[in-house]
């Protein structure tokens, strides 16, 4: 398999040095079988088959799909990490913060091991395990949902990000009440 830039193409035989008779027009996205025979002529002569067509959809069109990908990125890492915030003791706040990014970071591992490493040869097939994994956590996530409690925070722990109060008589900031 050879990657090739579009434009028109004679192929050369490397053993004999010959190259074929008639030039032959390749695009991008588009997949090509070169069937290469001699006459009695000796003579290289190329037949080209087209297996798949070059795209014609536009890339541009990639964009709404990236953008409504952000935005729910965006709402799920916000929204899960201030419940995460507000529910985790006051001790662990930073370290749930870390195990968020960590779950984020392990997920991309996941993602970028099988489709690197070629496990699943279809990509529809790798698609539709993803979507069976994402599925699987969904379930997970709504066992865990149903079964949680809602944890109040005590009276001190409430205060404990307002330590830091501007005197109603003073704006400066080395003058605060703690």
Same mark, same amino acid.
């Given at each position: 398999?050879? $990657?090739?830039?579009?434009?028109?193409?004679?192929? &050369?035989?490397?053993?004999?040095?010959?190259?074929?008779?008639?030039?032959?027009?390749? /695009?991008?996205?588009?997949?090509?079988?070169?069937?290469?025979?001699?006459?009695?002529?000796?003579? *290289? /002569?190329?037949?080209?088959?087209?297996?798949?067509?070059?795209?014609?959809? /536009? @890339?541009?069109?990639?964009?709404?799909?990236?953008?409504?990908?952000?935005?729910? %990125?965006?709402?799920? $890492? @916000?929204?899960? *990490?201030?419940?995460?915030?507000?529910?985790?003791?006051?001790?662990?706040? $930073?370290? @749930?913060?870390?195990?968020?990014?960590?779950?984020?970071? !392990?997920?991309?591992?996941? +993602?970028?091991? +099988?489709? %690197?490493?070629?496990?699943?040869?279809?990509?529809?097939?790798?698609?539709?395990?993803?979507? !069976?994994?994402?599925?699987?956590?969904?379930?997970?996530?709504?066992?865990?949902? !149903? /079964?949680?409690?809602?944890?109040?925070?005590?009276?001190? &722990?409430?205060? &404990?990000?307002?330590?830091?109060? *501007?005197?109603?008589?003073?704006? %400066?900031?080395?003058?605060? !009440?703690?």
């Amino acid at each position: 398999m050879v $990657s090739v830039f579009p434009t028109d193409y004679r192929i &050369e035989d490397l053993v004999s040095g010959k190259q074929s008779v008639k030039l032959f027009d390749v /695009h991008t996205t588009a997949v090509y079988t070169a069937l290469l025979y001699t006459t009695d002529d000796n003579k *290289l /002569h190329t037949v080209l088959f087209e297996d798949v067509p070059p795209f014609t959809v /536009h @890339i541009l069109w990639q964009t709404v799909q990236y953008a409504l990908m952000t935005s729910a %990125e965006m709402l799920v $890492s @916000i929204t899960g *990490l201030v419940f995460a915030y507000s529910q985790a003791p006051k001790r662990y706040k $930073s370290v @749930i913060m870390s195990a968020w990014l960590l779950t984020s970071a !392990i997920g991309d591992l996941i +993602v970028v091991f +099988v489709a %690197e490493a070629r496990m699943i040869k279809d990509q529809a097939l790798e698609f539709v395990f993803f979507a !069976i994994l994402m599925a699987f956590a969904t379930f997970i996530f709504g066992f865990l949902a !149903i /079964h949680y409690k809602d944890r109040k925070p005590r009276a001190d &722990e409430a205060d &404990e990000d307002q330590q830091l109060i *501007l005197d109603k008589n003073t704006s %400066e900031p080395d003058q605060l !009440i703690q």
